[in-house]
């Protein structure tokens, strides 16, 4: 008869094992330490902590389980083949031997460790001594073509001694120059002495037909360097607060400027859409229905891109549908979209009509003219309010400034004329009119007519 054993040894259970049947062997009993210890180090597996990526988890742990080295380390020789390598050749022998520097002129004679090899040799860091190559000049030379007023041939020998000596650091040329004997000399005026010689002996020593490498020094824009340093240093904190606040208005009036000239090209563009728009409605009224569709490729005006809506053109090959030519595009804004809507429902026209032929392209020009009608209104709007503060500030002037009445040829906000432009030319020194100004708010209104009036009262009460 089969046991369930059987079974389970046939179905791969794993039945067989005596754990799972339940049964206790000898083996069991006398093996039992080492199995506690094996599950025990079995059961010692360290888990991936939450956050930390597997790869970075792979670097930690090796398949072994083992920990992570604390140092770096090569172990691809071993520790057994790690050996000094000696060869077995003999020792270069070393000797204690007296040097001297060449850079040095005072003849010093110094000891040091060196190779038997390489006595007799030239100190090997002889060759960092690097010098300049200071003219020389003969007595003949300088009664030709070196000879100055100002300088006498005895100050002229010091200064190019001590150029020889401190290797044309001309600061401290200048320190160690000797002004008891000579007559007192700057900086500019030691450089520009030695620079002049040096360019006078280029040019008669230069052979003809070769390029001449002639040093120049402008002793003037030394000076004048020099003194704006002294001045930019010497400054005062109200000073450099001044210059600041100089400087920032000066980058607030080019933005508004930057801003008007903007507004300016955006209003022009406008009314030349609405120009262009207007005459190409009239040639298609004019144009026979025959000679439309011609007429339309031939004499179609270029529109700008801010005409209005531009809607896409579908040429590609496939399907679409007609509907699909009044759908907006996405540079027109939200707000735009809802104007539109809101025009169109004043109107009563429906907002998704039967896409026809005819119906798809007047209902598009129908909302491109609205646009440009919206974008017209709102700029309008901008330059009348623009315009009627203006005004009150012209008109607060002229109370201050004791100016004319507000009459003449100045166009108020109802359309009529109030002041003149000759009346502007007129005005006082303080009375200023800030053209290029920024774009008013009417919060930025109000503290300009509360500025205005405090100023006028202030006036007021001067005698």
Known sequence: MTTGADVRDILELGGTDPENTGIISKKDIINSDKKKSKKSTETLTFKRPEGMHREVYALLYSD?????????????QGYQTVKAKLGCKKVRPWKWMPF???????GAIFYHWRRVADEGKDYPFARFNKTVQVPVYSEQEYQMYLHDDGWTKAE???????CRRFDLRFIVI?????????????????????????ARLARIRSTPG??????????????????????LYSRTPEQVSEEEYLIQELRKIESRKKEREKKAQDLQKLITAADTTTEMRRAERKATKKKLPQKKELEKPTVPET???????????GVTLRSQRMKLPSSVGQKKIKALEQMLTELGVDLNPMPTEEIVQMFNELRSDQVLLYELKQAYASCEYELQMLRHRYEALAKAGGLGPVTGDWP????????????????????????????????SRKRRESASSSSSIKKVKKP
């Not at 001297?100 to 005072?106: E, L």
């Not at 002004?179 to 002049?196: A, G, I, T």
């Open 64 to 76: 072994k389980k083992d920990t992570p080295p604390l140092l770096p380390s090569d172990t691809t």
């Open 307 to 317: 005409a209005g809506i531009k809607f896409p053109d579908f040429k590609s090959s």
């Open 210 to 231: 070769s390029d001449l490498k002639i040093p120049v020094f402008d002793a003037g824009h030394e000076r004048r360097r020099k003194e704006q340093l002294e001045r």
């Open 156 to 162: 002229t020998d010091h200064l190019f001694d001590l």
């Open 412 to 443: 108020n906000t109802d359309g009529q004329l109030g002041v003149s432009l000759d009346d502007l030319k007129s005005e006082g020194k303080d009375a200023i009119i800030d053209v290029v100004g920024a774009p008013l708010t009417p919060n």
């Open 174 to 198: 200048h320190d160690r120059y000797d002004h008891q004997q000579f007559r007192k000399r700057s900086v500019e005026d030691l450089k520009e002495r030695y620079y002049n010689i040096c």
């Open 100 to 106: 001297s520097n060449p850079a040095r002129k005072d």
